[in-house]
């Protein structure tokens, strides 16, 4: 198991990664962060409302079902929001270099992270 500490290293092993968080969905706070080229706080709270309406969308819609990620994609970068599977509430955010990262490998890379993440 890991903190989320090392799950935040580990990320940034992937090529093209830029920076990343964990973040609190309640509050929008981050637990954790690395890395750089975004304003991470920001990008915390604006996240936290993206997570915050697709769920609403969801029930809305009467899905009962689960988020495995979000994926943002920009002209220059992937923007990854992933939901923890070990802890409600919280989710990683992956920025990557498009130019650099390989998506399916950064899709991975969070999913396998997430797991192995302790609290």
Known sequence: MANIKQTLEELMTLDGAMCG???DSASGMMLGSIGSGVDLEVAAAGNTEVVRSKMKTMRALGLSDVIEDILITLGKQYHIIRPSSR????FIYFVLDKARANLAMARRKAQDVDKEMNF
């Open 87 to 90: 802890k409600e509430g919280v």
């Open 21 to 23: 968080a964990v973040v």
